[in-house]
């Protein structure tokens, strides 16, 4: 299956997938800091465009773990989430250089997250037909997709999931997740939820209202949505109000950071080649991955 022509890649996913998963360490530059992770990353990035070849992509970084607006927002965002220590903090530097000089574009903020800096390049890509893939695999993004063409792209588990998909695998449509993150809250990011709604009572509610700011104006029938409890509902969701403006802030993702004057920016360009043998070598690498970044290349396509 060959991959749609624009991919917007949420890099902390798959850097964090290696850095956790290997065993032990097999690579590591000249410091002794290990680069097993950007090993692992690059040969991702590699493996997508031998595999598919896309025209377009940008990688994503997080950058804003504490600066962010949503910290202002709310000081307890993420807060269970420990900072990257400096080996981490080396690798994820070396991810993002790797991306570089494989001729892709980045993207990083130290006020806005990488899934906004997705969320704004996805609705830029928008003005044009192409098929646009977002690979990650944080449900979160999924409240994207407003387009039948594009998917939702779990890569390391080869499974895509468009529109409708969407809808089936989470029980809400991709416009509804931030609605049913701001009832059921959202652990990994320290988002509270209403006290006594679960995802099952949330569903309900957001299949019958379509949304919470219809759930709001109609408080009077939420005890006739079939499900347990109704009658008590409209009291929790009344007194949670405020708590369920603040979740809906925190899980929107912004999609209006200017980041492209035309699409076509995220064109792939060449690799730098020479560059990066240097940099494979640095890292305390073999040739392997030199060597498949020299077939890759677009100028020899």
Same mark, same amino acid.
């Given at each position: 299956?060959?991959?749609?022509?624009?991919?917007?890649? /949420?890099? =902390?996913? #798959?850097?964090?997938? #290696?850095?956790?998963?290997?065993?032990?360490?097999? &690579?590591?530059?000249?410091?002794?800091?290990?680069?097993?992770?950007?090993?692992?990353?690059?040969? &991702?990035?590699?493996?997508?465009?031998?595999?598919?070849?896309? *025209?377009?992509?940008?990688?994503?970084?997080? *950058?804003?773990?504490?600066?962010? &607006?949503?910290?202002?927002?709310?000081?307890?965002?993420?807060?269970?989430?420990?900072?990257?220590?400096?080996?981490?903090?080396?690798?994820?530097?070396?991810?993002?250089?790797?991306?570089?000089?494989?001729?892709?574009? %980045?993207?990083?903020? %130290?006020?806005?997250?990488?899934?906004?800096?997705?969320?704004?390049?996805?609705?830029?890509?928008?003005?044009?037909?192409?098929?646009?893939?977002?690979? =990650?695999? /944080?449900?979160?993004?999924?409240?994207?997709?407003?387009?039948?063409?594009?998917?939702?792209? /779990?890569?390391?588990?080869?499974?895509?999931?468009?529109?409708?998909?969407?809808?089936?695998? #989470?029980?809400?449509?991709?416009?509804?997740?931030?609605?049913?993150?701001?009832?059921?809250?959202?652990?990994?990011?320290?988002?509270?939820?209403?006290?006594?709604?679960?995802?099952?009572?949330?569903?309900?509610?957001?299949?019958?209202?379509?949304?919470?700011?219809?759930?709001?104006?109609?408080?009077?029938?939420?005890?006739?949505?079939?499900?347990?409890?109704?009658?008590?509902?409209?009291?929790?969701?009344?007194?949670?109000?405020?708590?369920?403006?603040?979740?809906?802030?925190?899980?929107?993702?912004?999609?209006?950071?200017?980041?492209?004057?035309?699409?076509?920016?995220?064109?792939?360009?060449?690799?730098?080649?020479?560059?990066? =043998?240097?940099?494979?070598?640095?890292?305390?690498?073999?040739?392997?991955?030199?060597?498949?970044?020299?077939?890759?290349?677009?100028?020899?396509?």
């Amino acid at each position: 299956m060959t991959a749609p022509a624009v991919c917007l890649i /949420d890099a =902390s996913i #798959y850097i964090f997938r #290696y850095y956790f998963a290997l065993p032990e360490s097999r &690579f590591s530059e000249r410091e002794g800091h290990s680069t097993d992770a950007v090993y692992g990353f690059t040969g &991702f990035l590699l493996q997508l465009l031998e595999r598919h070849r896309p *025209e377009r992509l940008a990688v994503c970084f997080d *950058e804003s773990l504490e600066t962010g &607006f949503r910290h202002q927002l709310y000081p307890l965002y993420k807060s269970s989430r420990a900072l990257p220590d400096a080996a981490l903090e080396f690798q994820l530097k070396a991810c993002a250089e790797a991306a570089q000089l494989l001729g892709l574009a %980045t993207f990083a903020s %130290t006020r806005y997250e990488a899934d906004d800096l997705i969320g704004s390049l996805y609705l830029s890509c928008c003005a044009e037909p192409t098929a646009i893939a977002i690979l =990650s695999r /944080d449900k979160d993004l999924a409240q994207l997709l407003a387009r039948e063409q594009d998917c939702f792209w /779990d890569y390391s588990a080869d499974v895509r999931y468009q529109h409708d998909d969407i809808t089936i695998k #989470y029980g809400v449509m991709p416009a509804q997740i931030v609605d049913y993150l701001a009832l059921v809250g959202d652990a990994g990011d320290d988002i509270p939820g209403v006290p006594g709604i679960g995802a099952k009572t949330a569903i309900a509610l957001l299949r019958y209202f379509g949304s919470l700011d219809a759930l709001f104006a109609r408080l009077d029938e939420v005890a006739q949505v079939p499900v347990r409890g109704a009658r008590t509902l409209a009291a929790k969701i009344l007194a949670a109000q405020e708590q369920i403006k603040l979740a809906q802030q925190l899980a929107t993702i912004v999609q209006d950071i200017p980041l492209l004057e035309h699409p076509k920016q995220l064109q792939r360009s060449a690799v730098k080649l020479d560059q990066f =043998s240097a940099f494979s070598r640095a890292m305390g690498w073999t040739d392997a991955l030199a060597q498949r970044a020299r077939k890759i290349n677009p100028q020899q396509d």
